[in-house]
């Protein structure tokens, strides 16, 4: 098929614009990667480079030596990221199971349900007072427990399991499987491609909120911190690392170190997105369409 030339224009110019997105988003990593692999001589006189310049782990080995506050909020973020996508998991898959089911009473109503909060939010003040409220702030549950609910999931699984023949949960029942067999071993399963999408996005989401920690965890908590809060308070706060770095503080460069928080606040994130991005696009396109 001959394209015209106004159809040639537009594939060039989108060619041109994909590339400049493309820059946009992979040069500030490019820029941090390098820095954090750069000695402090070389920051110094150079600033950020495209270039690794007299490369080093110094930085590195700073954060795992004299930040243990850091080391430990990674395993902070860890155990909340883990433990709320689990259970995301397990709410979003027992709830969507039930509306998307031609037989479950009140269907409309617990759809209004999840559609009324995305519509109109309570806003900060009383999310704060009702983590209050319920004795959670100041542990790691005033952020797990609301992680653990999102009514775009469900929607998103819900439309997902509807398009799954009901023969197949008949079948099953007439086997003597109630509804939760029926759910996780037939269900769950055949919508595993929806599923891993809700997993990459729950985990994701928590894995980088800082927000919540800082109105939750107060600085006496700072052993409760996740990873994100912690870089957060690095790229505010030179004072923090002078003092964390003791006698060495002339030899300590801010830019190297927040860049190297960066880089390992980030990688645990990146390992795990290849093994779920196979998923992502089905997911989200079948999950998104009701036919």
């Keep these: 098929m001959i394209k015209s030339k106004s159809e040639k224009a537009f594939d060039i110019f989108n060619v041109i614009l994909m590339i400049l997105l493309t820059l946009m988003f992979v040069l500030p ?6 820095t954090s692999f750069s000695s402090n001589v070389a920051i110094t006189k ?14 590195y080995k700073f954060i795992f030596s004299a930040q243990d506050l850091f080391v ?12 709320a996508t689990f259970f995301m998991v397990i709410v979003t898959s027992l709830y969507a199971y039930a509306v998307s089911r031609k037989q ?13 909060p995305m519509l109109f939010a309570g806003g900060t003040i009383p999310y704060y007072l009702t983590i209050n409220d319920l004795g959670l702030m100041n542990t790691q549950w005033a952020i797990i427990l609301p992680s653990s609910v999102n009514a775009w999931y469900i929607i998103l699984v819900k439309n997902y399991f509807a398009g799954l023949p009901d ?4 079948a099953a029942q007439l086997e003597g499987a109630n509804n939760v067999q029926t759910l996780f071993k037939v269900v769950f399963p055949l919508g595993f ?17 800082w927000f919540q920690a800082s109105l939750f965890l107060d600085s006496a908590h700072k052993n409760l911190w996740p990873v994100q809060a ?3 308070e690095l790229n505010s706060s030179i004072e923090s690392l002078q003092s964390a770095a003791g006698s060495g503080s002339d030899r300590v460069n801010a830019e190297g170190v927040r860049s190297a928080a960066v880089v390992i606040s980030t990688l645990p994130i990146v390992i795990v997105y290849p093994f779920l991005q196979k998923y992502f696009i089905s997911g989200v396109l079948v999950g998104s369409v009701k036919e």
């Design 72 to 83: 430990g909020s990674m395993f902070n973020s860890i155990f909340m990221t883990v433990t």
């Design 193 to 209: 491609p929806i599923v891993a999408t809700v997993i990459l996005y729950s985990a994701v989401a928590i894995w980088n909120d």
């Design 230 to 232: 912690v870089v957060r």
């Design 104 to 116: 479950t009473q009140f269907k409309t109503f617990f759809v209004t349900l999840l559609i009324i």
């Design 167 to 170: 023969s197949l949960c008949e």
């Design 46 to 59: 150079h600033g950020y480079s495209l270039l690794i310049r007299e490369f080093t782990f110094d930085w």
């Design 29 to 34: 990593v490019v820029y941090i990667v390098s």
